[in-house]
């Protein structure tokens, strides 16, 4: 199958600062990506959908300023939490279909974002 | 708005048959996932069942659709240790023409195999 890589694995930033998180399809062009958030014991909640050469679209709720999303090339998408709080911290994850009508999407391995 | 449930935990024993059931409320649902979730990864996609079906089989998991009542279930036979982890349901309706397919997953089911 697909392979969507992440990268890094996990952050652990201090308060106030902005971290960046990469999505990457390493063999198939992507010209869509989603975000995920996951909490712990909890489901993947969808923050936004990232479209290349466009603009996000952001779920009811996530802040679109506080979640930078830029969708640059084909093959990566990128999430920055800016100005990130405690209470950012999550699990997040992106995922990407082959094509925009292929039910199927790949997900990327996760990013651990601790913010002390 | 669409929503999806599942228990949140399942204990089976080595060797035996794991199932683990879904309900979603969205008529619309077209297709309907298992995912795979260890712990600190990502998803894994273990299998899918487009509406129109009632069974699905891959090796040893088993996909069973109620669409009538709106009812999932993924049976694993054979147990191990391996199949230990979260599993996801999750559905997606048609594809629209206006964006790509937007999964909405249940809360996951823990699974944990006794040895």
């Known amino acids: 199958g697909a392979v969507v890589s992440q990268h890094p694995s996990w952050v652990i930033c201090k308060s106030g600062t902005s971290v960046k998180i990469e999505c990457r399809s390493l063999d198939f062009q992507a010209t869509t990506m989603f975000w995920y958030r996951q909490f712990p014991k909890q489901s993947l909640m969808l923050m936004a959908t990232?479209?290349?050469?466009?603009?996000?679209?952001?779920e009811q709720g996530v802040e679109k300023d506080k979640f930078l999303i830029n969708h640059a090339s084909l093959t990566l998408s990128t999430l920055t939490v800016t100005s990130a709080h405690p209470e950012d911290s999550s699990f997040y994850i992106c995922?990407?279909?082959?094509?925009?009508?292929?039910?199927?999407?790949?997900f990327g391995p996760g990013t651990r974002l601790t913010v002390l | 708005g669409e929503d999806v449930e599942q228990s949140l935990f399942l204990s089976v024993r080595e060797g035996d048959s794991s199932v683990i059931n879904c309900t979603y409320t969205?008529?619309?649902?077209?297709?309907l996932y298992w995912y795979k979730q260890e712990p600190g990864a990502g998803l894994q996609l273990l299998t899918y069942i487009f509406s129109n079906m009632d069974m699905k089989q891959d090796q040893r998991l088993t996909v069973l659709l109620n669409k009538k009542d709106k009812h999932l279930s993924l049976r694993i036979a054979d147990t191990q240790t391996g199949d230990s982890a979260i599993y996801f349901c999750a559905e997606s309706p048609a594809y629209s023409g206006a964006g790509s397919y937007q999964l909405t997953f249940g809360k996951g089911t823990k699974l944990s195999v006794i040895p």
């Open positions: 969205d008529s619309s649902s077209t297709y």
């Open positions: 995922s990407a279909p082959l094509a925009r009508s292929y039910n199927e999407q790949f």
């Open positions: 990232s479209n290349e050469g466009s603009k996000a679209t952001y």
